[in-house]
């Protein structure tokens, strides 16, 4: 069986935020995180109708380790249980999931988890209009 490494994190800009409020911001990225494995993995094709298991790790630290860069590296199975048919269902060896849909996903329910926290106004505008994760 074959496995995926799937990374969530946030913008530079939002660094700080996250250090300001640390329990509520790492929960954030784990649950916008799983959340965005869930519903983009459920969606895709080869998953669909599948449930997926898979664990996350976080880290606050970049390749340099004097650098903070808050994100959860997700270890993800690349497959599911599909529990109409009662089986194990496999993706292909390369794809588990679009990128860009996954990042799209992401990043709307962090700035809705942001919102639900009162955190979302002290975010600049601009963050949210940035390419990528």
Not at 16 to 28: I, P, T
Not at 36 to 58: H, M, N, P, Q
Not at 83 to 108: I, P, S
């Amino acid at each position: 069986m074959h496995h995926f490494l799937v990374t969530f994190t946030v913008p530079e800009e939002l660094r700080s935020l996250l250090r300001s409020n640390q329990r509520e911001g790492y929960a954030a990225i784990f649950a916008c995180g799983s959340e965005t494995i869930r519903d983009v993995g459920s969606a895709t094709r080869s998953l669909k109708g599948c449930e997926l298991g898979f664990f996350g790790v976080l880290h606050t630290w970049g390749r340099d380790p004097t650098v903070y860069h808050p994100h959860v590296h997700f270890v993800v199975p690349g497959g599911g249980v599909n529990k109409k048919l009662d089986r194990w269902q496999q993706t292909a060896e390369n794809f588990l999931f679009d990128h860009g849909t996954a990042c799209r996903v992401y990043k709307a329910k962090f700035a809705d988890h942001l919102r639900e926290l009162g955190l979302y106004d002290q975010v600049d505008a601009s963050v949210w209009k940035k390419n990528g994760s």
